[in-house]
């Protein structure tokens, strides 16, 4: 899993798998965007307008944990 972001465009793209083919892009509201595989798996996650959404989220931090060990880990973003 990779999360990118674009300051420039001000989006946010959650990659949840490589990419094997081509994806089907579904809006599901004017700032969000699911990526679906043929089969109908979840390839990405497109954030639109992403500072305005993500803000008041742990500012400048990415939270990982692990519900099922209840282990986390926080990794700064630039």
């Known amino acids: 899993m ?3 972001y674009d300051p420039r465009h001000n989006i946010a793209y959650l990659y949840l798998r490589d990419k094997t083919s ?3 892009t579904v809006s ?6 699911v990526d679906l595989t043929k089969d109908g798996t979840v390839y ?3 954030l639109l ?3 305005e959404q993500l803000s008041g989220l742990l500012p400048g931090k990415l939270l990982i944990e692990n519900e099922a060990t209840g282990e ?3 990794v700064g973003l630039p």
């Open 72 to 74: 986390s880990i926080e």
């Open 2 to 4: 990779k999360l990118s």
């Open 49 to 51: 307008n992403a500072n």
């Open 22 to 24: 081509e994806v089907e």
């Open 44 to 46: 990405g996650i497109e």
């Open 28 to 33: 599901v509201t004017d700032n969000l965007n």
